[in-house]
Antibody, heavy 119, light 110 residues
Framework: QVQLVQSGAEVKKPGASVKVSCKVSGYTLTELSMHWVRQAPGKGLEWMGG????????IYAQKFQGRVTMTEDTSTDTAYMELSSLRSEDTAVYYCATADSSSDPFDYWGQGTLVTVSS | EIVMTQSPATLSVSPGERATLSCRAS??????LAWYQQKPGQAPRLLIY???TRATGIPARFSGSGSGTEFTLTISSLQSEDFAVYYCQQYNNWPPGVYTFGQGTKLEIK
């Protein structure tokens, strides 16, 4: 059973960056395809990007390319998502989610991290 | 990018009745289609994958069908705990690892 525990809520000013962590237990990070999904208040789910373990590459949604960086620390089984140049529209709950491979759905989710961007 | 369109946006159904939710893809995703349930304040939960396979622990009243571009989630006899928002998601394998969600259908008590 995979468990994903995310870091706590953040409040950031416009233009700043935020880094959210996701700690994996029950499996090792190298066994999983880690993805990030966000949800603005009252809105739907938006895939941001994820790691394809089959070719070792991280794929980003076009909308976030250049502004998001997803990394993994396999020594601590922790994944990170950093979003830069924050604007008010980035206010959302950010989820990490895992799949067995890059061709599978997301069967485990973190609890979510609220990021608020406000001046 | 593959666009996923769900209908209706809101569905009002009485407990014990049947609910049918639809999802359409802008191009074929084969059977690489999943359904998720999300309740307020909670993370989404995987219900169906491969268009029709129930995830572990999902009750038999949930069923999925379809392939290509047209998909349906059916809940045969609604229980109180089923009132939530439902999302479809395509995870077609080209480009690899690129996923898109539908905008969601809110299932509310009539």
């Amino acid at each position: 059973q995979v468990q994903l525990v995310q870091s706590g809520a953040e409040v950031k000013k416009p233009g700043a960056s935020v880094k959210v962590s996701c700690k994996v237990s029950g499996y090792t990070l190298t066994e999983l395809s880690m993805h990030w999904v966000r949800q603005a208040p009252g809105k739907g789910l938006e895939w941001m990007g994820g790691f394809d373990p089959e070719d070792g590459e991280t794929i980003y949604a076009q909308k976030f390319q250049g502004r998001v960086t997803m990394t993994e620390d396999t020594s601590t089984d922790t994944a990170y998502m950093e979003l830069s140049s924050l604007r008010s529209e980035d206010t959302a709950v950010y989820y990490c989610a895992t799949a067995d491979s890059s061709s599978d759905p997301f069967d485990y989710w973190g609890q979510g991290t609220l990021v608020t961007v406000s001046s | 990018e593959i666009v996923m369109t769900q209908s209706p946006a809101t569905l009002s159904v009485s407990p014990g009745e049947r609910a049918t939710l639809s999802c359409r893809a802008s191009q074929s995703v084969s059977s690489n289609l999943a359904w998720y349930q999300q309740k307020p304040g909670q993370a989404p939960r995987l219900l169906i994958y491969g268009a029709s396979t129930r995830a572990t622990g999902i009750p038999a009243r949930f069923s999925g069908s379809g392939s290509g571009t047209e998909f349906t989630l059916t809940i045969s006899s609604l229980q109180s705990e089923d009132f939530a928002v439902y999302y479809c998601q395509q995870y077609n394998n080209w480009p690899p690892g690129v996923y898109t969600f539908g905008q969601g259908t809110k299932l509310e008590i009539k």
